[in-house]
């Protein structure tokens, strides 16, 4: 099993541009995620589904657009890309919410600088 | 606002030593307590959890001990070695169907 698998690794876009992060999961878990990383802020979540065609919003939504046409694969659409979203993006599935028994399952990140 | 507050963000730790990373949440809704770590280039990874219903959980070099009265919980690396360094992220959940809640990180660096 792959696990979770993220692409691109890393990424450089001009202020302005747009692009999608993609994630694929092998594990069959219901939940995806993606997370922001930042340093001193921690992980941060972006958005999140419990399934496929059900995404929600988390703490820090904006600028961030997800769809989920199937169990497997959870993009993350950047609408126009702003300095601010230079960050590192984690996407992680999950059982459930990673709680008791559910721990989320991480891919390796991909780094994105905004110039 | 962070829901769950670490510290330090960063130590340093001789080989040997014990490193302590401290944890303090608000939501008296959340209901478990993990700890992830996390390698220069890969994401993090589950290390070790624990729920309010005890005061600490060992499993070897690695205690999480749990004060719910605090809303406190601190991890403890015993003998703590060079392939420790990595950065350790507390977080917290509840049963109300959010996801999981992070803390800032801890960037551990143990020396030789």
């Known amino acids: 099993n792959a696990g979770v698998t993220q692409t691109p690794k890393f990424q450089v876009l001009k202020t302005g541009q747009s692009m999608t992060l993609q994630c694929a999961q092998d594990m069959n878990h219901e939940y995806m995620s993606w997370y922001r990383q930042d340093p001193g802020m921690g992980l941060r979540l972006i958005h999140y589904s419990v399934g496929a065609g059900i995404t929600d919003q988390g703490e820090v939504p904006n600028g961030y657009n997800v769809s989920r046409s199937t169990t497997e694969d959870f993009p993350l659409r950047l609408l126009s890309a702003a300095p601010s979203q230079t960050s590192v993006y984690f996407c992680?599935?999950?059982?459930?919410?990673?709680?008791?028994?559910?721990?989320?399952?991480f891919g390796n990140g991909t780094r994105l600088t905004v110039t | 606002q962070q829901q769950v507050k670490q510290s330090p963000q960063s130590l340093i730790v001789q080989k040997g030593g014990i490193s302590i990373i401290n944890c303090a949440y608000e939501n008296t809704a959340f209901d478990y307590f993990p700890w992830y770590q996390q390698f220069p280039g890969k994401g993090p990874a589950l290390l070790i959890a624990i729920r309010p219903d005890v005061s600490e959980k060992k499993e070897g070099r690695f205690t999480i001990s749990f004060n719910k009265s605090a809303k406190q919980f601190s991890l403890h690396i015993m003998d703590s070695q060079p392939g420790d360094s990595a950065t350790y992220f507390c977080a917290a959940v509840g049963n109300a169907g959010n996801m999981l809640t992070f803390g800032g990180g801890t960037r551990l660096m143990v020396k030789p």
């Open positions: 992680a599935s999950s059982y459930s919410f990673g709680g008791w028994n559910s721990p989320l399952h």
